[in-house]
């Protein structure tokens, strides 16, 4: 059965089951309800939360830029803390990386880290930082960095990732346009869905398109000496 615990005052969210050998990374989207509605409906409608999961919380909005707190607090520390869980789940063989709108950014950047088995984009957030305020230009410039995908592209031309999936809504100029820019990167694909909005996923909840999306179940091997 699985059991969760929480790290960094609910900002990182572990879910273990040694009987699964798959692993799902979730990065929060900005600009959403504060809990972990989202993640928790995607991974439970896609047959995921009976899963090792990791459902990471952005409080700040800035692309994962500043951390979830003080510890960690910059995108590096977060990714040495995710690195850290991941390799403590020594029977977890294939690992997903999921992020919605800003946290599409940090789940590319991690999937890549990672070496990850795929990644599972939906609608990568090309306009939020424009509407965001920091302290400090250092701050602002972190931000206005990640949001663009271009600084990402000489990495993803050379990823060593299974496949990287982007979701997208095919009327959503911003987003269309985002996931073209990045439809030569190797073993990437596009997947436009229906409507206007800034949010693939409420068109897979209301056609009811979550099943299958992941792949299925794959049990961990038995531990060696184990009864």
């Not at 979830?68 to 803390?81: H, K, S, T, Y």
């Not at 880290?113 to 920091?134: G, H, K, Q």
């Not at 409507?195 to 038995?222: K, N, Q």
């Amino acid at each position: 059965m699985a059991n969760a615990k929480f790290e960094s005052g609910a900002r990182i969210l572990l879910r273990k089951n040694k009987n699964c050998a798959q692993l799902f990374v979730y990065f929060r989207g900005a600009r959403l309800h504060r809990s972990f509605d989202g993640p928790l409906w995607l991974l439970r409608e896609t047959k995921a939360l009976n899963r090792n999961s990791i459902i990471i919380n952005d409080p700040y909005d800035a692309y994962y830029q500043l951390g979830v707190g003080q510890e960690p607090a910059n995108f590096d520390e977060l990714m040495i803390r995710v690195e850290r869980l991941v390799n403590s789940l020594d029977w977890v063989r294939d690992i997903y990386i999921v992020g919605r709108s800003t946290g599409a950014f940090a789940a590319l950047e991690c999937g890549m880290r990672l070496d990850a088995t795929a990644i599972y984009c939906f609608a990568p957030d090309a306009t939020a930082a424009d509407e965001m305020e920091f302290e400090d230009i250092e701050t602002a410039n972190k931000v206005a960095s990640a949001m663009n995908s271009a600084d990402l592209k000489p990495q993803l031309m050379e990823h060593r990732c299974g496949e990287i999936k982007i979701f997208y809504s095919e009327g959503h100029a911003a987003d269309a346009a985002k996931a073209a820019s990045l439809s030569d990167v190797p073993r990437l694909s596009l997947v436009p869905m229906p409507g206007e909005r800034h949010d693939p996923l409420s068109t897979i909840r209301v056609h009811s398109l979550a099943e299958g999306l992941f792949p299925a179940f794959v049990a961990a091997e038995p531990t060696p000496g184990a009864v």
